[in-house]
Each structure stands twice: as structure tokens, then as C-alpha cells.
């Protein structure tokens, strides 16, 4: 007995070790990931902030630093409406409380869009992904099983990028390196390319393999292209032929380098396919990391569900969004 709780209790010890040090090396991975925003806005935040009194010349300084971060015209006013208000209520004087507080306005304007992603409530969970072409929707899937394996879920894929022969052979690479099935189909150059038929094959491969979840990859496509915009709107069609209530979730892949078009892209998208869930990649490679605030100031009374960013190319590099840690690691 006692011996059965002590293992037990080692265990626990283990695993809680285990997962301590998995935060700090995502804390520091984020860090690393995020470190080109942090290093243009927080290095500006902190040269601004330091022996300055708060005054209207701070406020314009602010404003710039946030507008050149990207931040956009209506998170930027919503930030320093905020963060005026706070500095009166609180009656704060100085610039370290005034940088305290920016945070915490910060936290609370992009906490809104940390909604994570339940995936427990069908089975199999069908996962749609779109987005303009060359987001990282390929790899955000390679990423995406990665991670839902790591939670002993079980995962299959769906080659539903017909167009572009390198996101099949990149998925088919990944599969086989991961254990994952793919569903693809074949290399034969005389068919005609069907993605909502790979996708309909790969839910009905789920359903007879018991399957968890299936990550249905899509062609990149511009919002202007309209026949590709009905094309994906069939797509979702037939994906809810395969299966009732189907997908489960319309993920749209935005790329953090695309600034204040992420925001175009997102309207376009939603207006075809009603979108649930957003991924944002390529934070690393951006020092305009504000643009997830231009996202959240979009739609105050409604905001978008963030489900996951990316940082980084390799398999590890995409999380679960938390608006605290974000904003702590842009913060020097
Ligand atoms: N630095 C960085 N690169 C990324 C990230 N996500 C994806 N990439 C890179 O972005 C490039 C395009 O990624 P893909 O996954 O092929 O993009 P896609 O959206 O599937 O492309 P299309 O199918 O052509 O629309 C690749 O070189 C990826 O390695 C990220 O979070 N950070």
C-alpha cells in the first residue's frame, strides 16, 4: 500500500516535473519566438518608459510605437483609452507603473480571443484549414497532429491540398515519419484533382478506423479568386455530407507578416465558410507581433477564438494561444 502510494507519488512527482519543465521551455521557446517584436516594441516601450513623466508627448510616442507594431488605428485608440483611464483612476506617476498597466490593458484586450480548441466533443473531430496561400497551413497540421498526438489523441489526415504537389508529398512525409495515415490521392497526373473527395474518403476512413480527429488540409487560395472561394465553400458542403455537423471547425490560417491584411483575409473568409477558430503563424519571423491586437480590437463585442500560434518551423513550435504569456514575453 505504502509502497504503491510512493510510486505513485514519484510518478507524480515525475510527471509534475516533467510538465514544469515543459512550460519553461515553452516559456523560454515563446520568448525566443516572439524576441523580434520584443526587441522593436518592448525596446521602444522601454526607452520610452524609462525616467519619463507621463504626459501627452508620451501618449503620441505610445501611440506611434503601437501603430508601428502594427497594432492598427482601433486596438491602438482602444489601448490608450484604457490605459488613460487607468493612469487617472490609479493616480499613477510613473513609468514603470505606467508599463505595469499597459500590460495588464494589454492581457485584458487579447484574453478575449484566448478561446482554446475542445476537440472532445465529436469523434471523429473534423478540422477544416484555409487561409491564403503559403500561411503555413501545411505545417501548422504537421505541427497540429504533433501536438493532439502528444495528448494521446489519435489523428489522421487529409491531403486535401490537391493543387500544389509539394503540401501532399509534405503531409505523406510527415504521416509516415509520425505514424499518421494520410489520405491522399494518387500521384496519377491523368486524374482530375478532387480535394472535397480525398476529404470525403478521409472521414470515412475515420469513421471506420476510430479515429479522434481528422486535420483536413486545403489549397491556398487569394479572397479575390471567386471560383476557389466557391471551391472551398463545396468543399465544407461535402465535408458535411460525410459527416452531420461537419466540420467541426473552420481553422483559418493567418500569417503574422501579413500585418492589417490579416484582417481582410479573416472577413472574406468568414463570410464564405463561417469561421470558428484562428491559427497565427510566423510570429518569429515578425517584428509586428501587434497585429493579434488589431484582431482582438476588431471585434470587441465578439472576438475571434485564437486556438494556436506558431513561432517556428519545427514540430514543437505552435501552442495553444495564452494572452499572458504573449504579453509577457513581448515585454523586455
Ligand atoms: N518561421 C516560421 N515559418 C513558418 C511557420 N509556419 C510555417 N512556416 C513556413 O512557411 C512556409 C509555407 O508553409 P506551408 O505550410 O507550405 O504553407 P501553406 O499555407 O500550406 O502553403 P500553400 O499550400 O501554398 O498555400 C514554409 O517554409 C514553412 O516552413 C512559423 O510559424 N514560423
Redesign the pocket.
Known sequence: MFSLFKSKKNSTDKSSAEDNSKTESWTSKIRQGLARTRQNFGKQLSSLLSSRKIDEALYDELETILLTADAGVNATNLLLDALRKKVKRDALNNAEQLKEALQETLINLLAPLAQPLDVTTKKPFIIMIT??????????IGKLAHYFQSQGKSVLLAAG?T??A??RE?LLAWGERNNVTVIAQESDSQKKSDPAAVIFDAINAAKARDIDIVLA?T??RLTTQMHLMEEIKKIKRVINKALPDAPHEVLL?LDANTGQNALNQLKAFDEALGVSGLVL?????TAKGGVIAAIAAQYPQNPPALRFI????GLE??RPFDAQEFVEAIFD
Do not use: Y
Open positions: 487561409g491564403v496561400n503559403g500561411v503555413g497551413k501545411t505545417t501548422t491540398d493543387f500544389r509539394a503540401a509534405q488540409d489549397a491556398g490560417v503563424t510566423k510570429l518569429d519571423g506558431g513561432i517556428g518551423e513550435d505552435l
